[in-house]
């Protein structure tokens, strides 16, 4: 099948498999006029391939984990795994340091909504608040 009956089987942009072929994630034959030919299971690695970028991994990633899907063995599922591993423990990390600064920003939007609760009520005058400096029109 070309390129685009490819896309539109699996879903994926005609870009997307440009990349994923780039990033050498997918084979094609070419014809003599140099399109792009693909095999039923060039669409099923498709699929495999956006499950692993829906989870969050990278090209150089995936690209990591194919040997287990290309050369079973117990060596290059042990390897997988703990690539797999690695990456979770990598957006644990970044899901931690987003929740801390979710923390921070709901701690801001407190103090702004106590002080517009001060500036409601009368208890802060308005010359009292700090003033945001505004740029310089152009």
Request: hydrophobic share 40%.
């Amino acid at each position: 099948m070309r390129i685009g009956e490819l896309a539109a089987r699996t879903g994926a942009s005609v870009r997307s498999l440009r990349y994923y072929e780039e990033q050498g994630l997918l084979r094609s034959t070419r014809s003599a006029g140099g399109q792009r030919h693909y095999t039923d299971a060039e669409a099923e690695r498709v699929a495999f391939l956006r499950r692993l970028y829906a989870a969050g991994l990278s090209s150089s990633t995936i690209a990591e984990l194919l040997p287990c899907v290309e050369a079973p063995s117990e060596e290059n599922a042990e390897l997988s795994l703990l690539r797999m591993v690695r990456e979770r423990e990598r957006l644990s990390a970044h899901i931690a340091d987003l929740l801390h600064t979710r923390d921070a920003l709901d701690a801001v939007i407190a103090a702004a909504r106590a002080y517009r609760e001060d500036l409601r009520t009368g208890t802060l005058a308005p010359d009292d608040a700090p003033r945001c400096e505004r740029a310089p029109a152009s």
